[in-house]
């Protein structure tokens, strides 16, 4: 399944609460769909780099990468540990994307990453909406069969 679960769901919401006062003003709402809709690559870099920031100090450490792999991988029922093949990962991961070689990403080593690779924008799970979605979503606003209503959010 391609849905996103609820932690997924939480920290899309907290990346959308830019002032986090747990609530989405107009603002905050038209703001993220925005990105979500219609974002310039770094803008979407920007906004998967805060989803993936767990703790929001700036930088996606090992410890979230592998929490977040760990949420997003298919369960094996094989005899090997299943934290093992996700710790190897995560060391492929910052080797591949720790352009500073400070074993972990910050937004400038993410953005080099994602720039060279676009596939690494989504790493460490989904985040933005699928390419089919996102287009139905903006065909069907832009020929009037999707209504906006936000008279009624927090201004």
Known sequence: SSGI???????VFRAFDKDMDSNLSQEEWVLGLSVFLRGTLEERVAYCFNVYDMN?????????MFQM???????????????????DIVELVLKKM????DNRLS????????????????AFGPCLPDTKYREKFLAD???????????QAKS
């Open 141 to 151: 606003l832009e020929s009037g069969n999707v209504i906006l209503d936000v008279s």
């Open 98 to 101: 720790d352009h500073d070689h």
């Open 5 to 11: 679960n609820a932690e997924y769901g939480d920290r």
């Open 56 to 64: 929001n100090d700036g930088y996606i450490s090992r410890e979230e």
């Open 107 to 122: 937004m400038d080593d993410f953005m080099k990453s994602v720039k060279e690779e676009d596939l690494l924008l989504e």
């Open 69 to 87: 792999l760990k949420n997003s991988m298919v369960k094996q029922t094989t005899e090997e540990d299943p934290d093992e093949g996700i710790k």
